[in-house]
């Protein structure tokens, strides 16, 4: 099964040398630490701060507010425990169960997001068969796009959790290929479907992925396709497969939403030091109408996307609209011993809407960052870097970013550019 290796996270990786094996159990984890300072930063600027960059009235922002060079820090801390039977004639059970938590910015500790695990599935696999796992899970969408691509070169957040995918399923099936030989190199297929709430009965959603890996000597390609229905409408990479709502009380009240993304990433061993990767990522949005499900004051509202606030359509108030985007990112990495430096930039881009109003569309972000690192050993590694964000204009963010402010605290309302330095321990077991 050398080729199922290859869909490894980030932690099953290093964990090769480094997890605890006890009889059939195996513990895996990583710990983070990291402190930052950030140019043009303010979190509360808005009039409303609890509300979503969907929703008009987190437009408004409170008057007179500064914003400036602030000091910020974030811990993470996520285990895998897992269980491995050998069935015999080639077969083996698995079972894997994990969760993520993350502290910091003088914010009690907490579930990373909270209601919902990382992992929690059984797995049955043979060498000629392929595998197959039931229960909760990452989706690839998010996962191999932030590891090994993003993570490896300061860019985990800003394009792993931007898009129009998911990134965590609940209720989720998934079959995976044995490595094909294909052009001397190995080719592994998966399909993955998550029914999502099934409390939902007229808006039922359904969310289906399709990777294909491909490994030839230096050179790993990543074909990632998420096709969806009726999950919760968002800008969020990383965020849970559920419905389009929380209460499937509002099932009846609503009108579907679906969304979907296309990406293909590649990484380039030039040789024993070098290394190139790239990412190109289309998204598609159908959009979700505003509407009030439960009267008030205060009323509560669905989960909307690109709204034209106000407006009409074909006898709708406040009609959302579809849109389409296109995402990249490019960067050169170098290792030598147990150095490691890299330089990175990334492109969040205009999306084309017929929506009237101005919802984040007309607006696109630049990332780059450059970093070092040094590998202390025995899974410990320390590192530190720069990085700089810019808007193409002062509004509401591109729609492929899931808030104002979304990755560095500068929000693109009240400044067109930013820049950051940081430093940071990191410990996988």
């Known amino acids: 099964m050398a080729g199922l290796l290859l869909l490894g996270c980030w932690a099953g990786q290093s964990a090769q040398a480094q997890a605890l094996q006890y009889g059939p159990f195996s513990l895996n984890a990583f710990a983070k630490y990291e402190g930052a300072r950030t140019s043009n930063f303010n979190e509360r600027l808005q009039l409303f701060n609890d509300a979503t960059k969907q929703q008009q009235w987190a437009d408004q922002l409170v008057p007179g507010t500064r914003f400036g060079t602030e000091p910020t820090n974030v811990w993470l801390f996520q285990p895998w425990l897992g269980v491995k039977f050998d069935l015999g004639g080639g077969f083996k059970a698995s079972a894997m169960v994990s969760q993520r938590w993350r502290g910091g910015m003088g914010v009690p500790s907490t579930v990373d997001v909270p209601g919902f695990m990382y992992e929690e599935n059984v797995a049955i696999s043979h060498e000629d068969y392929g595998r197959l796992a039931v229960g909760k899970m990452v989706a690839r969408g998010w996962s191999v796009a932030d590891y090994p691509y993003g993570t490896s070169v300061g860019l985990a957040n800003e394009w792993a959790q931007s898009g129009a995918g998911y990134g965590l399923l609940t209720k989720a099936i998934r079959y995976t290929s044995r490595p094909f030989d294909v052009f ?246």
Do not use: C
């Open 184 to 429: 001397s190199g190995d080719l592994v297929l998966e399909a993955t479907y998550d029914q999502g709430n099934t409390a939902f009965k007229i808006h039922k959603p359904r969310f289906w992925e399709f990777y294909a890996q491909y490994h030839n000597a230096g050179l790993v390609v990543d074909l990632i396709v998420q096709d969806t229905r009726n999950g919760n409408p968002q800008a969020w990479g990383h965020g849970p497969f559920t419905g389009l709502t929380p209460f499937p009380q509002d099932d009846a009240k609503i009108g579907g939403a679906g969304q979907g993304m296309a990406m293909v990433m590649a990484r380039y061993d030039i040789d024993a030091h070098w290394q190139v990767s790239g990412g190109l990522r289309s998204n598609r949005w159908s959009g979700a109408d505003a509407v009030i499900t439960v009267a008030g004051p205060p009323a509560q509202w669905n989960n909307m996307f690109n709204v034209d606030w106000g407006g009409t359509r074909d006898g709708v108030a406040n009609p959302g609209y579809s849109a389409t985007s296109t995402d990249g990112f490019a960067a050169l990495r170098y290792r030598r011993d147990k150095w490691s430096a890299w330089l990175a930039g990334q492109i969040l881009g205009t999306a084309s809407t017929a929506n009237p109003s101005e919802r984040g569309q007309s607006n696109w972000a630049n990332f780059n960052t450059t970093g070092v690192q040094y590998d202390f050993g025995r899974g410990l590694s320390a590192y530190a870097g720069v990085g700089m964000v810019r808007y193409g204009r002062l509004g509401l963010s591109p729609m492929s970013m899931p808030t104002n402010s979304a990755f560095t605290g500068v929000d693109s309302r009240v400044a067109r550019s930013g820049n950051w330095a940081l430093v940071g321990l990191l410990y996988v077991l």
